[in-house]
C-alpha cells in the first residue's frame, strides 16, 4: 500500500524521556525523547497524539513549540506521524557525505596501486 503524507506545523505539548533498557557504549541507558503534537487535520479537528518514534537527542526547548511534521490518516483512522527533516539535519547530512566522498577521492588518487590493500584492511577492521 503506498501513501503519501501531509505537511503540517504542529506544537509539541509535552515530552515524555523514557530510559532504554539496553545500556549504550558507555554503560548507561539511554533515553528516547517522544513528541506529543497538537495540530488541525485539513478538516479542522484538533488532533493531539504521541508521536511513535523518538529521538536521542535532548531538545534544547522546552514545550511549547512548534515543530513540522508529516501525518496520514488510514482507511482505519489510524494516524500515523512523523517529524519532518530540518534544515539542520539535512544540511548535517550533506556535510557528512561531502567530508567522505573527499577522502575516498584522496585516497584513490594518491593510493591507486595500493587500493586493494586498504579495502582489505577495512574489510578486516569492520568484520
Known amino acids: 500500500m503506498e501513501y503519501f503524507g501531509l505537511k503540517k506545523q504542529a506544537r509539541v505539548i ?3 524521556e523514557e530510559l532504554s533498557p539496553q545500556m549504550d557504549d558507555d554503560f548507561e541507558n539511554s533515553p528516547t525523547y517522544y513528541f506529543t503534537v497538537s495540530f488541525k487535520d485539513r478538516n479542522g479537528r484538533i488532533i493531539e497524539q504521541e508521536i511513535e518514534f523518538g529521538i536521542h537527542k535532548k531538545p534544547n526547548r522546552h514545550p511549547p513549540f512548534s515543530i513540522g511534521i508529516i501525518y ?3 482507511e482505519n483512522k ?3 506521524i512523523i517529524l519532518e527533516n ?9 556535510s557528512l557525505l561531502s567530508v567522505g566522498i ?4 584522496f585516497v584513490a588518487y ?7 590493500l586498504i579495502i582489505d584492511i ?4 569492520f568484520t
Open 86 to 94: 530540518n534544515k539542520r539535519t539535512k544540511l548535517e547530512f550533506y
Open 72 to 74: 496520514y490518516i488510514d
Open 78 to 80: 489510524k494516524i500515523e
Open 14 to 16: 509535552n515530552i515524555r
Open 110 to 116: 594518491n593510493y591507486n596501486d595500493q587500493i586493494d
Open 102 to 105: 573527499l577522502i575516498l577521492s
Open 122 to 125: 577495512l574489510i578486516n577492521i
